[in-house]
């Protein structure tokens, strides 16, 4: 399974490893304020996401 990340804290957090729920509610926040992600980079604008994180987690990202 493919988080979209639009989804809820829990389905973020259960499905990207290394994402737990300080970080899923970040990602969460970020939309919020900012609308969907239009490319996974973006994620790099999340308090706590660099590089490592990302380059983890790339893979399991679809954006719709």
Do not use: W
Request: overall charge neutral; hydrophobic content about 40%.
């Amino acid at each position: 399974i493919m988080p979209s990340l639009v989804g809820s804290e829990m389905c973020i957090r259960e499905e990207l490893k290394g994402i737990g729920a300080t970080y899923a509610q970040r990602i969460i926040d970020y939309r919020l304020e900012n609308g969907e992600f239009k490319e996974v980079e973006e994620l790099l604008n999340v308090k706590g996401i660099g590089e490592k994180r990302l380059q983890d987690i790339k893979a399991f990202i679809k954006l719709k």
